[in-house]
């Protein structure tokens, strides 16, 4: 393997991008922040990375100690890789840093791969910083095929995998829809207008949402559930 290279200074900044600065590291997080991933699964989510490559970067980082491998549940032979509780702490930086690079995305970037399972960790970097409403409740979204919910309890926003129990309204794009909006290159209106967003609901559940997301443009036309 080759030699790591470091810059030499005494620096925490340094030191942190000694470890998670390559090409590469900060996407393969982002996988495992989602989820604990097989080899292949992570593969097939970063295509351009290359298995030698992969492998390098998951072995740097598992000597580090912020991910580990752990067995398949229901598979005796198989293996996948989950962040430590180490690793578990790049989340926030990750997340503040994924919102503040949704501002350099633009109409060029659009054609480039997108997942839905990527919204998941888009609406928490949104999320952070704004006000919470102050009534319990769910906002689902089903992007393309991921579903996952926002949960307003006590006054603070809680973002979980799949589907919301009693859900204040739901919300249908796909991927690259989501983003676009979340990076204010496409209004929720316009985005309503067009088709490629539906939302069910409650229009005053459904405006508190768009509030929390920090997103400029009320989200009119929502269809009342019935």
């Not at 393969?28 to 292949?40: C, D, G, H, M, N």
């Not at 970097?125 to 919910?149: K, L, N």
Request: charged share 25%; hydrophobic share 40%; glycine share 12%.
């Amino acid at each position: 393997m080759h030699e790591k290279r470091h810059y030499g200074q005494f620096c925490g900044l340094a030191a942190g991008l000694d470890i998670v600065g390559e090409r590469w590291t900060l996407l393969i997080i982002r996988e495992l922040l989602l989820a604990p991933a097989r080899f292949s699964e992570i593969a097939d989510n970063l295509p351009g990375i290359g298995p030698n490559l992969l492998s390098d970067r998951l072995r740097s980082l598992s000597e580090r100690g912020l991910i580990e491998a752990a067995p398949v549940p229901g598979d005796g032979r198989g293996k996948q890789y989950r962040l430590t509780e180490l690793g578990e702490e790049l989340r926030e930086p990750l997340l503040q840093l994924a919102r503040w690079g949704m501002g350099f995305l633009s109409e060029k970037d659009v054609g480039g791969i997108s997942r839905g399972a990527w919204g998941f960790l888009a609406v928490q970097a949104m999320i952070h910083g704004q006000e919470v409403p102050d009534t319990d409740e769910c906002y689902e979204f089903r992007v393309d095929d991921d579903v996952f919910h926002l949960r307003i309890l006590g006054g603070r926003a809680h973002a979980v995998r799949g589907a919301a129990p009693d859900p204040a309204i739901l919300v249908y794009t796909d991927a690259t829809t989501f983003v676009k909006i979340g990076a204010e290159m496409l209004s929720p209106f316009d985005a309503l207008v067009s088709g490629a967003l539906r939302i069910d609901g409650d229009p005053a559940a459904a405006q508190r949402c768009t509030r929390l997301l920090g997103l400029s443009t009320p989200m009119m036309g929502v269809q009342a559930a019935s």
